[in-house]
């Protein structure tokens, strides 16, 4: 199941880029490295570094699972400027520590702000624009655009 889910996002990954005239060296390793397997996970490594988004399904052949990755793939420089990470499960047999915590019903996507705070739920696929929305008013991330814009970032 690893292999096919990894082909899937190798092939949404690569689909946009056949599209770009050059890729940026520096930024590809960074958006690469943002969608990460989330069954054996702890979110305590993430806590006042990340805000991880975790998507949840059955199966990685959910059609939500499919179209939400869809979503969050062509916009992954947009995430990863907002520190985000994307752990995705579609093992519910496993019972990984990310569903003992959050207790997922088929599809879910959820958001946790880097203080640890599930922050946001959504039972059907979500935009990459309103996640952005949603992150962009929250006070943390308001303070680290300040700061960027006072470091002239």
């Given at each position: 199941?690893?292999?096919?889910?990894t082909?899937?996002?190798?092939?949404?990954?690569?689909?946009?880029?056949?599209?770009?005239?050059?890729?940026?060296?520096?930024?590809?390793?960074?958006?690469?490295s943002?969608?990460i397997?989330?069954?054996?996970?702890?979110?305590?490594?993430?806590?006042?570094?990340?805000?991880?988004?975790?998507?949840?399904?059955?199966s990685?052949?959910?059609?939500?699972?499919?179209?939400?990755?869809e979503?969050?793939?062509?916009?992954?420089?947009?995430?990863?400027?907002?520190?985000?990470?994307?752990?995705?499960?579609?093992?519910?047999?496993?019972?990984?520590?990310?569903?003992?915590?959050?207790?997922?019903?088929?599809?879910?996507?959820?958001?946790?702000?880097?203080?640890?705070?599930?922050?946001?739920?959504?039972?059907?696929?979500?935009?990459?624009?309103?996640?952005?929305?949603?992150?962009?008013?929250?006070?943390?991330?308001?303070?680290?655009?300040?700061?960027?814009?006072?470091?002239?970032?």
């Amino acid at each position: 199941m690893k292999p096919l889910l990894t082909l899937v996002f190798a092939s949404l990954l690569a689909f946009p880029l056949t599209a770009q005239e050059a890729p940026s060296a520096p930024a590809e390793p960074a958006l690469d490295s943002i969608i990460i397997d989330g069954t054996d996970v702890d979110l305590k490594q993430f806590l006042w570094k990340n805000r991880p988004i975790v998507v949840f399904a059955d199966s990685p052949n959910d059609p939500r699972f499919v179209r939400q990755m869809e979503l969050l793939t062509s916009r992954l420089d947009d995430l990863a400027e907002r520190d985000v990470v994307i752990l995705t499960d579609t093992d519910p047999d496993k019972r990984s520590p990310l569903r003992e915590r959050l207790h997922p019903r088929g599809f879910m996507l959820v958001l946790i702000v880097k203080d640890g705070t599930i922050y946001l739920r959504k039972p059907l696929p979500y935009d990459v624009r309103e996640i952005s929305r949603t992150i962009d008013k929250l006070p943390m991330r308001q303070d680290e655009v300040r700061e960027r814009r006072a470091d002239g970032i």
